[in-house]
């Protein structure tokens, strides 16, 4: 599963002229559900999204998170995300589709809100307008197949990890 997070001060889904999702400062979450993601990329996608620690806190920068701030989180279905572009027509061959993809996105919803964070969605397989206005600009890129953030060329062991 996989997420592009954006720190936002505004946010809005609008389906057929109607806004169905909608927040302020807070983040907004493009969510793609891949082939073989189970719900334990559920779980972790939306622990990061409630623990990222991506807003100021107390006048120290990088130190608050989603939970700890109060803030919002929009969260919207990108198929897209799982996109080949390896040709010039996009594949879409490692999305996963139908009522399972959508069961492992309403699973990252629940645990959002049963954190107690707003959390507001588009519409699940829905043409959609987003709008945005993001704050910094800050955006970040989450695969729960990469979980620990290797740079590519880079081995496991050479790598610093910091769960901090």
Known sequence: MRALIQRVSTAKVVVDDEVVGQIHKGILALVGVGGGDKLE?????????LNLRIFENNDKPWSGSVISSGYSILLVSQFTLHASCRKTKPS???AMGGEEAKALFDAVVSQCKEAGVKCETGKFGAMMDVTLTNEGPVTFWIDSKNRDDIPFGASSSSAEIDEE
């Open 41 to 49: 990329d559920a779980t972790w996608i939306a622990k990061k999204l």
């Open 92 to 94: 879409f061959q490692r």
